[in-house]
């Protein structure tokens, strides 16, 4: 009896039941006068990758940009209803956007390493743009560690010097995932990181998320069902119900539950190619 | 009518639409050779009448004492730098900042108070760049006779005038070069945890440099030739002045002028030393053209 309990208490403090890092609550975000998506409720556990799917317009880019507070540096944008990460309030009065940025990361649809700086200077971007500065060996540690997180170090670290454009585009791609996560944020934003990939790069990028998990919180828009399928512990699905009305979230759960049981009609016709 | 198959015509222009094209290819170059017509022929006249005088002395001896051959223009070439240098020092910081400030932070404002007035600076700018230049020369005037005697010429203050002329040239050539670096690379700073003011200077002004640099160099080579506001408040002497803050200062189109004007006993040295000066002005500009198009280019090239 004694056994059991004590049994049941240490696998409770192994693994403890997961907790949402990233809550959001209620949020709406939109441009001006338009609402691009609306009232989305979600919370997002720490080390798993969430798939964010719909179709185009329906507001992914902007809930996931909402997140970090990028949305906002657009003129006109709003936000509203709350953002917490680890309980902190993201848009709480004195919260200086600058931080919630760097404690979430974001990758972005087209690669953008800045074409004045080599590959070193790259992932090294982040510490110099929040005005640290780091010894000459601090750097080369930085730059190697993120460099082979992202899988990228054997096929450049010869030519570190070198232009960040001079790569392929996956080879881009993942030196900016590398630049993200040389900050060590919590949480990883991605939006559409594989589609201007090749199938290879793609599949290099998709294992890197999954590897990437282990350490932040990674919350990924993708047009690509399979991909969602494959690396995603959770999807979320927004979708537009009416012509005219803002995105909404349709449903979210654990990714197997959503691709073959999902709850609602409109889930299963947009996963089944259906939509439209 | 048999149809005996079902051949494809060929995709060839019948003889009319080719008699056409023939016609159209001649009209146009017959444009473009007249254009060029009066181009060439400025060129040409220049070169070979300012040949002449395109000696050592011309480089190294000022007019003091000239009358008559002889003689040079080296207080003028002079000039003509101190004063447009003085003017870049001065305007290049001020167009820079009104571009960047209209790209970078008025665009941008989330308030649209602030980007109405960065829409009435633009608009301010654009017409700033059609001022007559001599209207620029007669602000300085009536500035000059505010701060001292009227009449007072130096350097410095055909240098501001040239300022002014340069001054829109520059923003606006620069504003497009701002509004032409990607946003991808604007929000890849800002997603790295990066302030405003970090990304402008770590990631826009680097990637835009050599466009910058090249509108600083347009706004050079709008000014060097400008002629009205230096005759009107720098004046003109033979000497050297090498004082931007007092005393008249010769500068090369004000040269040109003078020459041509004021020909003593033997006109033709006047004439003459006046080609030579037109021909270093014209390779100045050209140089600059020249110049400025280079480096854009060269950055177009990095970047890909
Ligand atoms: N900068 C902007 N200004 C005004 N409206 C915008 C802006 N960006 C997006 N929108 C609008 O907001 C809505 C949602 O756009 P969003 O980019 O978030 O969609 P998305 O789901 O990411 O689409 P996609 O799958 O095509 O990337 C759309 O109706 C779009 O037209
Ligand atoms: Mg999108």
């Known amino acids: 009896m ?26 709406s975000a939109g441009y001006g006068e338009l609402t691009a998506v609306s009232d989305v409720t979600l919370d997002i556990e720490a080390n798993s990758v969430t798939a964010l799917i719909g179709p ?27 953002i917490t990460l680890d309980g902190d309030d993201l848009y709480g009065a004195e919260v200086d956007p600058v931080d919630v940025r760097a404690r979430v990361g974001m990758v972005f649809q087209r690669a953008n390493p800045f074409p004045t700086m080599s590959i070193r200077d790259n992932v090294l971007a982040g510490t110099g743009l929040r005005g640290k500065r780091l010894t000459r060996s601090q750097g080369d540690d930085l730059t190697e560690q993120s460099l082979r997180d992202v899988k990228l170090w054997d096929e450049v670290k010869d030519r570190l010097g070198k232009s960040g454009a001079s790569l392929s585009g996956g ?24 589609s ?13 998320m999954l590897a990437l998990k282990t350490a932040y919180t990674l919350v990924v828009v993708t047009h690509n069902m399979a991909q969602a399928a494959r690396v995603s512990d959770t999807t979320a699905f927004l979708s537009v119900t009416q012509p005219g009305r803002p995105g909404e979230l349709i449903e979210a759960g654990p990714t197997k539950r959503i691709f073959n049981d999902p709850l609602r009609q409109a889930t299963r016709d947009y996963i089944d190619g259906k939509f439209g | 009518m048999t149809r005996t198959s079902l051949a494809i015509p060929p995709l060839r222009p019948g003889r009319g639409a080719r008699r056409a094209d023939t016609v159209a290819t001649i009209v146009m170059w017959a444009c473009a050779l007249i254009g060029a017509v009066p181009l060439v022929g400025l060129l040409w006249t220049t070169i070979s009448r300012g040949l002449a005088r395109l000696d050592v002395t011309f480089f190294t001896q000022s007019m003091r004492g000239v009358i008559g051959p002889g003689g040079g223009a080296l207080h003028a070439l002079m000039g003509t730098a101190l004063i447009t240098l003085a003017a870049t020092v001065l305007a290049a910081p001020l167009g820079l900042i009104t571009a960047l400030w209209l790209v970078e932070e008025a665009d941008r404002s989330s308030s649209p108070g602030v980007r109405r007035f ?5 608009l301010v700018v654009d017409v700033m760049t059609g001022i007559p230049s001599i209207v620029a020369g007669l602000t300085v005037f009536a500035l000059i006779t505010l701060v001292a005697a009227p009449g007072t010429r130096s350097g410095i203050a055909g240098s501001l005038a040239l300022a002014i002329i340069m001054v ?49 160099v347009l706004g050079v080579s709008r000014v060097v030739g400008e002629t009205a506001p230096l005759l009107l408040v720098a004046g003109f002497t033979d000497s ?10 010769a500068s090369l189109p004000v040269y040109i002028y003078s020459q041509w004007q004021n020909k003593g006993v033997d006109a033709a040295a006047y004439n003459s030393r006046a080609w030579t000066a037109a021909l270093v002005l014209v390779i100045f500009v050209l140089f600059f053209q020249v110049a400025a198009r280079l480096i854009g280019r060269s950055r177009k090239e990095t970047q890909k």
Do not use: F
């Open chain 1, 56 to 82: 185009s317009g329906c507001g992914k880019s902007t809930l996931l940009r909402s997140i970090n507070r990028l949305h906002e540096t657009i003129p006109g944008a709003r936000v509203s209803g709350h």
């Open chain 1, 2 to 27: 004694t056994e059991t309990l004590s049994d049941t208490l240490l696998t409770q403090m192994i693994t403890p039941p997961p907790s949402p890092t990233l809550r959001l609550d209620h949020v």
């Open chain 2, 240 to 249: 050297m002045n090498y004082n931007l803050l007092s005393g008249r200062m």
């Open chain 2, 168 to 216: 829109p040239v520059v923003a606006r050539a620069s504003e497009e070069v701002l509004v032409r670096v990607p946003e991808d690379l604007r929000e890849g700073g800002l997603a790295l945890g990066a302030a405003r003011w970090r990304v402008v200077t770590k990631i826009v002004l680097p990637t835009a440099r050599p466009g910058l640099v090249s509108a600083v």
């Open chain 2, 118 to 122: 960065g829409g009435t600076v633009r």
């Open chain 1, 196 to 208: 201007a990939l090749d199938p290879a790069s793609t599949a290099a990028v998709e294992n890197l």
């Open chain 1, 171 to 194: 080879q881009q791609q993942r030196l900016c995932i590398a630049r993200a996560i040389a900050i060590q944020p919590e949480v990883l934003l991605m939006d559409e990181p594989c």
